[in-house]
């Protein structure tokens, strides 16, 4: 059994915590705004809204940086692949999960534009979910050697499912 020890994220809380915390802090203070008394000068408006806009942003960095890319360990092996967040995130219900190979539908590996590096994705059938990995800092080799023991476990369950039963191979 191979442990790894990456940066976990899925893609859909990623989505959501992007469009849905702005929208809750735009809503938010348009609420503010529209309940304040019209006496109030022009200046303290425009700070209001910059308070608002940059506490947003310092959420959002928060968010992305601790709840969303957590720390995981990654184990390997010839029955399946178990997952185990090191932290807990409110955005993620579950913090283990194990599933064995016949679930895992596809292993990919994918640039990322933004770090200018690479996230391995791993989309699962049972239940219905991608999952992303990506490399601690400093551990590049690390995340090169999960995903070439990713392909290699999956290569191998795909080749021994595909092959065609042979009645004089079996035993008495």
């Given at each position: 059994?191979?442990?790894?020890?990456?940066?976990?994220?899925?893609?859909?809380?990623?989505?959501?915590?992007?469009v849905?915390?702005?929208?809750?802090?735009?809503?938010?203070?348009?609420?503010?705004?529209?309940?304040?008394?019209?006496s109030?000068?022009?200046?303290?408006?425009?700070?209001?809204?910059?308070?608002?806009?940059i506490?947003?942003?310092?959420?959002?960095?928060?968010?992305?940086?601790?709840?969303?890319?957590?720390?995981?360990?990654?184990?390997?092996?010839?029955?399946?692949?178990?997952?185990?967040?090191?932290?807990?995130?409110?955005?993620?219900?579950?913090?283990d999960?194990?599933?064995?190979?016949?679930?895992?539908?596809?292993?990919?590996?994918?640039?990322?534009?933004?770090?200018?590096?690479?996230?391995?994705?791993?989309?699962?059938?049972?239940?219905?979910?991608?999952?992303?990995?990506?490399?601690?800092?400093?551990?590049?080799?690390?995340?090169?050697?999960?995903?070439?023991?990713?392909?290699?476990?999956?290569?191998?369950?795909?080749?021994?499912?595909?092959l065609?039963?042979?009645?004089?191979?079996?035993?008495?």
């Open positions: 059994m191979h442990s790894y020890k990456l940066k976990y994220h899925k893609n859909s809380v990623l989505l959501i915590a992007m849905g915390i702005p929208a809750i802090f735009i809503s938010l203070m348009l609420y503010c705004l529209f309940n304040l008394p019209t109030l000068s022009e200046l303290s408006t425009l700070f209001l809204v910059a308070t608002a806009m506490s947003m942003a310092l959420f959002l960095l928060w968010i992305t940086r601790t709840q969303i890319f957590v720390h995981s360990t990654v184990l390997i092996n010839e029955n399946g692949i178990s997952i185990k967040l090191k932290s807990t995130s409110f955005l993620y219900r579950r913090t999960f194990f599933c064995s190979w016949e679930n895992v539908t596809s292993v990919t590996e994918m640039f990322d534009n933004f770090n200018g590096g690479y996230f391995y994705q791993i989309a699962f059938n049972n239940p219905d979910f991608v999952a992303n990995f990506s490399p601690l800092k400093n551990h590049e080799t690390e995340a090169d050697r999960f995903f070439s023991a990713l392909q290699y476990y999956q290569a191998n369950y795909q080749m021994v499912h595909q065609p039963f042979n009645p004089s191979n079996s035993f008495s």
